[in-house]
């Protein structure tokens, strides 16, 4: 067997059915393979959207995402999505088209270092030299890939390689001395939170994208219910716990629900699980949960302690943690009499976070993106998959958007890569063709990667982009708007282009949107057409978001926080400038 | 576990090419602050130790060690006591000896060190010591005197006292 046929039945053995890719010189005999394969290849129209577009793959259906690019500046364009899934821990195997090992380090005709470019930017990479080492290699790949804390792969693939002649082997014996996950947490540590726990008066859950990856939903709901402890979730955990919970609080951090910011800040308890206290979290590390004792459990050694110092860190699986943890909770409840009384306490959450619910309802024209988003969960059904971009429509929809599902919320979270949403879009769909997807982009974002308006056209891949038109890299002129004397230095974008003309060119049905209501039944008869879809909705540019400034603490919230009041009396809590306070 | 100090990481890797820019490059994206990094084959076939130098406190330290046993291709790491540590070091230092009486006191110096003349030029002396990092630099100060050429250090590396082993 010829080392690119090896590559195509590996890949296949491990379950793939579709990959995204872009040829090129040094990939011409893995794509002659293709040729004849029963593999799925979607050619997309940029090697960044490939990766974006596995990433998209791997996050809505928990399997390998796979991309495929050639090499010098195909697999320099692999690197963003690369990237953006490393920072988000989504497992995808890069394949990236090499020179012929002869020419290697001559400079050679598109040639790039891709081993010693990505070592930074993946869990593992590698680089096949014979023909032999190609099905060890995806097999490691896969499973670096998807255990433990997971993330990206890059498989360096030379020219000559693909066509070496090899004997095929199907049981290949992999060995990994220097890899071994750790999946369950150490009883002793678990026993010391279960107390821990238990002691507490007010005690917060903060969920992170670990719980999505170890499929711990279920077993979050029920740790959040057994001791009745609020929970708020980072960006990458939105969807892990059913945000219309009586006991959710929505997303946390510099542009997180008051409630959550507040509560985190006041209560004397954190079990924080499956997250890594990214900055944007936790505001003004000094000052983050500063009267809680924090229980830290990941799978990932290294990211207990990084930021935060912990009381209780557990290294382990988030599901087997969860698990054992109730269990001792239970245990302790019923031999010892201790029930954690916090009735007070999440009395006071529920006060709260109903005089606290942010306003979705506008009726302003140009439309709010509150209104928008208001109108697209009317729209949608709980199962819809939405991925966001980056910027200001990925905060408004972390902030307003009510999600319920794991896995129907995508966005990228630690990279923030503007260009994200809609090839993300594109992967979701195409691994879970029964659901719909909506990608919510800005102008500005959407524009980076609009090509691949013809790969949802050629392939019929019927996605609803939503792109919220404001004419503004809107994030970055809302910072120079507070932060910078309203000094607006290049965040305009002027008048072009026409989004609805954009997507026609590409035979794209194209729709606009500029008042209330028509959102609502734009969508949902996109949705019902079956076919791939833009709206451009065109927005009120001077909306900001609340948030928390760089470097402030988390309950320094700036910028008017609009409420829908629903139940009469006051808002327990709605000091937001002052650093100090008391319980 | 707080004072800012050198700490002594001993680390087996897969002898692979690769794995010395994968641990290099670690070291620079995380801003750890590297002082020294020597490698050699180890007592296994196939795997190689690494004797890092990094300087930082305590929580610094915990995270140098925790990301490099993320990497894939390191096996063990261990940051080794300094009371319970052999530490040496190899260094060549070629000295400007032109004239008899200069030559005779560099040869002097190289005994009491327990160094050795590995050769003689018409106007240089190479000496090559081991020894502790500490005692290199002691001999190093002695020398500048009469005027050094040239000096090649290895780098320390180390292995920890009695039956405990990495």
Redesign the interface.
């Known amino acids: 067997m010829k080392g690119g046929e090896a590559i195509i039945k590996s890949l296949q053995d491990h379950g793939v059915d579709v990959v995204f890719g872009y040829p090129g010189g040094v990939l011409l005999p893995l794509y002659d393979v293709i040729y004849d394969s029963d593999l799925k290849h979607i050619l997309v129209r940029h090697e960044q959207c490939a990766a974006h577009a596995a990433d998209g793959y791997a996050r809505a259906s928990g399997k390998v995402g796979v991309c495929i690019g050639t090499s010098g500046p195909g697999a320099t364009n692999l690197i963003t999505g690369i990237a953006t899934a490393y920072m988000d821990s989504s497992p995808i195997i890069a394949i990236a088209g090499q020179v012929g090992t002869s020419l290697i380090g001559n400079d050679a005709f598109q040639e790039v270092d891709t081993l010693g470019i990505t070592m930074p930017i993946t869990k593992h990479n590698f680089q096949a030299m014979k023909a032999d080492e190609i099905p060890g290699m995806i097999k490691a790949g896969f499973y670096i890939a998807e255990t433990g804390r997971p993330g990206p792969i890059v498989l360096d693939l030379p020219k000559d390689v693909q066509e070496e002649e090899f004997n095929y082997k199907t049981d290949v014996k992999i060995d990994l001395p220097g890899y071994k996950p750790t999946k369950k947490g150490h009883p002793l540590q678990i026993k010391k939170a279960a107390k821990l726990i238990l002691d507490s008066k007010k005690p917060v859950i903060l969920a992170g994208g670990g719980v999505i990856h170890s499929k711990s939903s279920e077993e979050l709901i029920r740790l959040s219910e057994l001791i009745s402890a609020p929970v708020t979730t980072t960006l990458m955990g939105k969807g892990s716990f059913p945000e219309d919970h009586k006991l959710s609080l929505g997303m946390l951090g510099m542009h997180g629900r008051k409630v959550a910011n507040i509560v985190v800040d006041e209560c004397d308890c954190l079990i924080a699980i499956g997250c890594r206290f990214s900055d944007r979290t936790t505001g003004n590390v000094g000052e983050f949960a500063s009267k809680a004792k924090i229980i830290h459990i990941d799978v990932d050694p290294a990211e207990i302690g990084k930021n935060v110092d912990v009381d209780v860190p557990i290294v382990g699986d988030a599901k087997n943690t969860l698990i054992s943890l109730t269990r001792n909770i239970i245990k302790i409840k019923t031999t010892t009499k201790n029930v954690n009384n916090t009735n007070k306490w999440t009395g006071y959450i529920s006060d709260f976070k109903n005089n606290c619910r942010p306003r979705i309802s506008f009726e302003d024209v140009p439309l709010k993106p509150q209104q928008v988003i208001k109108e697209i969960m009317e729209s949608i059904d709980n199962d819809t998959i939405v991925t966001t971009d980056v910027g200001q429509n990925q905060m408004w929809m972390a902030h307003y958007f009510t999600s319920k599902i794991p896995r129907t919320f995508l966005s990228s979270g630690g990279l923030g890569t503007m260009g994200f949403g809609f090839p993300a879009a594109m992967g979701a769909k195409v691994a879970l063709p029964e659901s719909d997807v909506v990608a919510v982009c800005g102008d500005g974002g959407f524009l980076m990667v609009c090509q691949e308006l013809a790969t949802i056209k050629e392939y019929d891949i019927p996605i609803v982009v939503c792109v919220f038109d404001n004419r503004y890299l809107g994030m970055v002129a809302q910072w120079q708007k507070l932060f910078y004397d309203g000094r607006i230095s290049h965040t305009r974008l002027g008048e072009v282009p026409d989004f609805v003309k954009l997507a026609e060119a590409f035979g794209v049905k194209g729709e606009r949107v500029e008042r209330p209501g028509e959102m609502k039944e734009t969508l949902k008869n996109a949705l019902k057409s079956g076919e791939p879809t833009l709206i451009d909705v065109t927005i009120d540019p001077d909306e900001i978001l609340p948030m928390v400034p760089p470097g402030c603490g988390l309950t320094e919230i700036v910028g008017e926080y609009k409420v829908e009041r629903e139940s009469p009396g006051e808002i327990p809590y709605v000091k937001t400038t002052s650093r100090s306070r008391g319980d | 576990m707080d004072e800012q100090r050198s700490h002594i990481i001993s680390a087996l890797?897969?002898h692979r090419p690769?794995v010395l820019?994968?641990v290099a490059?670690?070291f620079t994206?995380r801003g750890f602050n590297i002082e020294n990094i020597t490698v050699g084959t180890s007592e296994q076939e196939d795997m190689a130790r690494m004797t890092i130098i990094a300087r930082g406190d305590g929580?610094v330290l915990?995270?140098i060690t925790?990301?490099l046993?993320?990497?894939?291709?390191?096996?063990k790491v261990r940051d080794l006591e300094p009371g319970n540590t052999v530490e040496r070091e190899l260094c060549l230092i070629k000295v400007h000896a032109p004239v008899e009486h200069v030559r005779s006191e560099v040869i002097q110096y190289a005994n009491i060190f327990r160094g050795r003349i590995i050769d003689v030029g018409i106007e240089t002396l190479t000496v090559e010591i081991t020894g502790t990092p500490d005692k290199i630099e002691a001999l190093i100060d002695l020398l500048r005197v009469f005027g050094i050429k040239q000096i090649a250090r290895t780098g320390p590396t180390a292995i920890s006292r009695g039956i405990k082993t990495i």
């Open positions: 890797v897969l690769g820019q994968r490059g670690l994206r929580k915990e995270q925790k990301q046993n993320k990497l894939i291709d390191v096996i």
